[in-house]
């Protein structure tokens, strides 16, 4: 199956492939923002925000862009077929990959390579190595080979998992070489892991749709992340309804796309 426009435009936005200074489409690590909305509580967001990554109260401020953009996304996990398995490898943030091993399933969208270990993914602070064992018939995207000449990160050799699928994870020993790999204080990483990836988890809690374009939620995140963004503390009550207004936007999302799935 062919891509429509809105995949490819979605895929490309993700991928950082953007242009203008359009504070929402002319993000290139919008990656950043949209990962962190599928993680459970603020920490991730915190972690990014520690690591001078930032946080773009733009993706946020409209709540039906947002779902737009993201169903465009995930739809089109559903377009490739990946005929063949893969083994493709991530340099993840530690506490990430316990975010993962707690859940059984990825939590974001996650970008893996089959060329190796990509250094320039150290920037993070305490990482984790995973080889990812992809099965065939994954849903997942290889942009090389989807994209072709319209994929402007060839040396990356892109493989991206959707959120929400099932995984096996077994943690093995670092070798000499993985100790060459240093996070962003120049530490090595604290653990390895084989992850086999093991279909569709199950869906998340209850989702309410009419609840997303809530002004007052979104607000408070807009004021949590330029809080996080100045190196200040955002307020308790700003973070508890952001946290719950998220929520309900992912469980949202991936109850629509594992509907899309056919399962």
């Known amino acids: 199956m062919k891509l429509t426009g809105k995949q490819l435009l979605a895929l490309k936005y993700y991928e950082g492939d953007v242009s ?8 290139p690590k919008a990656y950043v923002t949209i990962n962190s909305l599928f993680f459970d509580g603020a920490g991730t967001e915190q972690r990014r925000a520690a690591e001078k990554k930032y946080l773009n109260p733009a993706i946020i401020e409209d709540p039906e862009r947002l779902m737009d953009l993201c169903r465009n996304l995930l739809s089109a996990f559903h377009t490739p077929d990946l005929r ?24 974001s969208f996650t970008s893996t390579s089959t060329g190796g270990f990509l250094s320039s993914y150290g920037d993070r602070i305490g990482i984790a190595l995973i080889e990812f064992e992809i099965p065939a018939g994954i849903p997942c995207f290889p942009f090389a080979e989807m994209l072709q000449e319209e ?40 653990v390895k892991a084989h992850i086999r990836v093991a279909g569709y988890a199950q869906i998340p809690g209850s ?23 100045t190196g200040t503390v955002p307020s308790v009550q700003d973070t508890e309804k952001y946290i719950a207004w998220k929520k309900n936007l992912r469980n949202c999302l991936l109850e629509e796309f594992r509907k899309g799935s056919g399962v």
């Open 151 to 190: 994929y402007k990160k060839t040396e990356e050799q892109e493989i991206l998992l959707p959120p929400g699928l099932a995984l096996e994870i077994r943690e093995i020993p670092l070798q000499a070489e993985d100790t060459q790999i240093h996070d962003a204080k120049g530490n090595p990483p604290l």
């Open 20 to 27: 203008g200074k359009d504070p929402f489409w002319g993000d």
């Open 207 to 229: 989702a309410d749709e009419s609840k997303i374009p809530d002004t007052e939620s979104v607000n408070a995140g807009i004021r949590l992340y330029q809080a996080l963004n």
């Open 84 to 107: 063949q398995p893969r083994i493709s490898y991530r340099v993840e943030r530690y506490a990430d990959y316990l975010e993962m091993k707690a859940h059984g399933c990825t939590v």
